[in-house]
């Protein structure tokens, strides 16, 4: 999940499974959303977006959901890789022009 | 390649000492904006740009100035660098103001002693 203290909250799964990873965001106004994969020495790189009329888009290997009663977005990566290890962050665009970031989730993936 | 360019990588200086992180864009994108990242607070806005000669600030703009004289360039200025400015940094652009497409540089970590 979302964090935004000291230390990011970690998520381990065996290569193969799926993984999820969720975020809280804050304003309900919010109108878009996005996850980012960040590897290490590296900036953000963009991987899915959602708009707050949907609640359910795929991509690649991964799915987004969002549930707009409780504020809460998901991301579903199916059959986690070795390369998927990162940190991912979401963030919602809830001032026109101002993205807005989660503390990150990092992802390990053990062989 | 499409890219966002931040230079330098690396920088360590000295508190007062005026400092430029420099950061160019190829993809002709109206939008851009500077990022700081430090442990377990994600990443922060410092300011942002719609355009050319449009700026505005974000979440956290004390201590910082920016321009945009020209559509690809966003420096970022630190007039009197202090410790607590010390950071991750990351330069964004994007096409849209929707941030669909926002494209990262590669960082530049900054030590101010």
């Known amino acids: 999940g979302e964090s935004v203290g000291l230390h990011l909250p970690t998520l381990s799964v065996q290569e193969g499974d799926n993984s999820i990873i969720n975020c809280a965001y804050s304003?309900?106004?919010?109108?878009?959303f996005i996850w980012y994969k960040q590897e290490s020495g590296k900036g953000p790189q963009f991987i899915i977006d959602?708009?707050?009329?949907?609640d359910k888009r795929q991509g690649q290997r991964v799915t987004v959901l969002l549930n707009k009663t409780v504020k809460h977005l998901s991301l579903q990566i199916a059959a986690t890789q070795p390369g998927d290890s990162a940190v991912y962050f979401c963030?919602?665009?809830?001032?026109?022009?101002?993205?807005?970031f989660g503390g990150g989730t990092r992802l390990m993936v053990k062989p | 390649e499409a890219q966002v360019t931040q230079n330098p990588r690396y920088l360590i200086t000295v508190t007062g000492k005026k400092l430029t992180v420099t950061c160019s864009q190829n993809?002709?994108?109206?939008?851009m904006s500077w990022y700081r990242q430090d442990p377990g607070l994600g990443l922060r806005q410092i300011y942002y740009?719609?355009?050319?000669?449009?700026?505005d600030k974000g979440d956290v703009p004390e201590g910082y100035k920016v321009s945009r004289k020209e559509k690809r360039n966003f420096p970022l200025i630190l007039e009197s660098p202090s410790p607590n400015q010390t950071s991750l940094y990351f330069c964004?652009?994007?096409?849209?103001?929707?941030?669909?497409?926002?494209?990262f540089g590669s960082g530049t970590r900054l030590t101010v002693v």
């Open positions: 963030a919602e665009n809830n001032a026109g022009n101002m993205l807005t």
């Open positions: 304003n309900s106004a919010s109108d878009y």
């Open positions: 993809m002709n994108h109206e939008y």
């Open positions: 740009s719609m355009n050319v000669e449009v700026t």
């Open positions: 964004a652009s994007s096409h849209h103001k929707e941030h669909y497409g926002y494209t």
């Open positions: 959602i708009r707050s009329n949907m």
